[in-house]
Nanobody, 114 residues
């Protein structure tokens, strides 16, 4: 399974970005796709995840500002981020978990700065 993330970039505080991630390869019907982030000096942390049935899970810092969605036909997952803060700056990674295996994309960098 390969994951290709895109959509990162430089945004001013309060701005928005939409991250996209497309999966390819041996993806089975039931899986969980998600977004993680890692800032310099910090551990990678979950941002949000969404199951094949469309049920989302958010970390507290993402609730109300971020929206995760997926397109099962395209094997894609998206993260709409609004009201971005400097603390949101990080490399964002998409993931796909199926069975006992978790696959990772290459990361896309989000910079929040004026």
């Amino acid at each position: 399974v390969q994951l290709q993330a895109s959509g990162g970039g430089l945004v001013q505080p309060g701005g928005s970005l939409r991250l996209s991630c497309a999966a390819s390869g041996s993806v089975f019907g039931i899986n969980v796709m998600g977004w993680y982030r890692q800032a310099p000096g910090n551990q990678r942390e979950l941002v949000a995840a969404i199951g094949t049935d469309g049920s989302p899970t958010y970390k507290d810092f993402a609730k109300g500002r971020f929206t995760i969605s997926r397109d099962n036909a395209k094997l894609a997952v998206y993260l709409q981020m609004r009201s971005l803060k400097p603390d949101d700056a990080a490399v964002y990674y998409c993931s796909l978990a199926q069975g006992v295996q978790t696959y990772w994309g290459q990361g896309t960098e989000v910079t929040v700065s004026s």
